[in-house]
């Protein structure tokens, strides 16, 4: 079974300084999709970024990236110039499609503040 | 246009009695889920289908009983509630395929008295 492991519960990081939250995964399927969620204190959850497995360059949506290190089963998020909008829970999650069907597994979250 | 809808966003009832959240997606998806999110903001898949058909069940108590009569809705009804219910419950829908992301509903924050 796949499993998406976040061990860092909580982060601070100043306004207008770059961040990298953890996110390391386990499964022995070689197809795959890492996501990362966003989830404000008003509790939506809104989609920031995807890597496919088969994926040969790191994604990138604005000030999101994503270091994807295949070996190592990890895909940290990195956010970069901080904003105070940014203070959410950022969730990682593994897709991986199973007899036909398909389930996202998601990790336990980091919660992230932002300073000034 | 909301893409996932899902109603009420909140439901407060006494333990013991039968409730039900609906959720709707105009994405032409063809699977939906159920998510659990406990107290400790802890994500956990309840239910999946793909094209009415029940996919996952992840060892949910019988007294959760999802129902999809076509593949934009997937409803959630609850019997017997208990204390323990109480969580935020979040549809979701996907495409078929692991590289697209699954698109949440609001959510809907149950609280069991």
């Known amino acids: 079974a796949q499993k998406i492991t976040q061990t860092q519960p909580g982060m601070f990081v100043q306004e207008k300084e770059a961040v990298t939250l953890d996110c390391t995964y386990d499964?022995?399927?070689?197809?795959?999709?890492l996501f990362w969620y966003k989830q404000p204190s008003s509790g939506e959850m809104i989609f920031l970024i995807y890597?496919?497995?088969?994926?040969?360059q790191n994604a990138t949506e604005g000030r999101y990236s994503l270091n994807f290190q295949k070996a190592r089963k990890s895909a940290n998020l990195v956010i970069s110039a901080s904003q105070l909008g940014d203070s959410a829970m950022y969730f990682c999650a593994i897709y991986i499609l199973t007899g036909g069907g398909n389930k996202l597994t998601f990790g336990t979250g980091t919660q992230l503040k932002v300073e000034l | 246009d909301t893409a996932v809808s899902q109603t009420p966003k909140y439901l407060v009832t006494q333990m013991g009695n039968d409730k039900s959240i609906k959720c709707e997606q105009n994405l032409g998806h063809d699977t939906m889920y159920w998510y659990k999110q406990d107290s400790k903001k802890f994500l956990k898949i309840m239910f999946s289908?793909?094209?009415?058909?029940?996919?996952i069940n992840e060892t949910v108590p019988n007294r959760f009983s999802p129902k999809s009569p076509d593949k934009a809705h997937l409803n959630l009804h609850i019997n017997s509630l208990e204390l323990g219910d109480s969580a935020v419950y979040f549809c979701?829908?996907?495409?078929?395929?692991?590289?697209?992301?699954?698109?949440f509903g609001q959510g809907t924050r149950l609280t069991v008295v």
């Open positions: 890597q496919g497995s088969y994926d040969q």
């Open positions: 979701a829908s996907s495409p078929q395929g692991a590289d697209t992301e699954a698109f």
């Open positions: 289908y793909n094209n009415k058909e029940l996919i």
């Open positions: 499964t022995s399927d070689p197809s795959y999709g």
